[in-house]
Every structure is written in structure tokens, then in C-alpha cells.
């Protein structure tokens, strides 16, 4: 069984910092290109970062030099390293598995940027 568990959200100020935390279990990690997205209210859910197999990271432009993604194949884990902190960042964001066409998805940890 396949599971996705993200960690690390909370409550932060404009100019904080998160790191997020996604363990998996149950799947051959390091085949896998690992995702963030996330999910503001009333918005649809968008892609944050991902990092392949071998290490190729991309990201969405609004988070470039801001955020960073990476990953510990020893470890099953993906990180988000979240630095400069802004409100539009508040969102519920998501891990992502995927070794096409299989996807798999964590809970969500939320994440609010706020004064």
C-alpha cells in the first residue's frame, strides 16, 4: 500500500521560512519524479516544483529563488524549502508520486502566511 505523508506546514510570517517534509512508503522512490502542488481556497490546485528521478528540479516562476525542492532517495523523502514567505504562498499543499501513468497523492499539510 502506497502512502504519502507530508509534514512541516504551519503558521508563518511575510518573510518566513517552511521546510515541508513528504515520507513515502510503499513505492520503488527513487524511480518516482516527486512533486509539490498546492490548493489555495477557491482556486484550483497548482503545480509548485518537482524533481526527476535523476535530480532535474522545475518549478512555477512565482516561487523561483524562493523555494526549493529536493529529495533523499535513502530517506523516501522529498523537501520543500520555503524562504521569503508571502500571503498568496497560503495554500494547502499537496506531495506527488509519479511514475506515468501511475500517480499518487499525500493528505496536504497547510501552509498559512500571515501577519
Known amino acids: 500500500q502506497v502512502h504519502l505523508v507530508e509534514s512541516g506546514g504551519g503558521l508563518a510570517q511575510p518573510g518566513g521560512s517552511l521546510r515541508l517534509s513528504c515520507v513515502a512508503s510503499?513505492?520503488?522512490?527513487?524511480?518516482?519524479?516527486m512533486g509539490w502542488y498546492r490548493q489555495a481556497p477557491g482556486k484550483q490546485r497548482e503545480l509548485v516544483a518537482t524533481?526527476?528521478?535523476?535530480?532535474?528540479?522545475n518549478s512555477v516562476d512565482s516561487v523561483k529563488g524562493r523555494f526549493t525542492i529536493s529529495r533523499d532517495n535513502a530517506k523516501n523523502t522529498v523537501y520543500l524549502q520555503m524562504n521569503s514567505l508571502k500571503p498568496e504562498d497560503t495554500a494547502v499543499y499537496y506531495c506527488?508520486?509519479?511514475?506515468?501513468?501511475?500517480?499518487?497523492w499525500g493528505q496536504g499539510t497547510q501552509v498559512t502566511v500571515s501577519s
Open positions: 506527488n508520486a509519479r511514475w506515468a501513468p501511475v500517480d499518487y
Open positions: 510503499g513505492i520503488r522512490f527513487y524511480m518516482y519524479t
Open positions: 524533481i526527476s528521478s535523476s535530480g532535474n528540479t
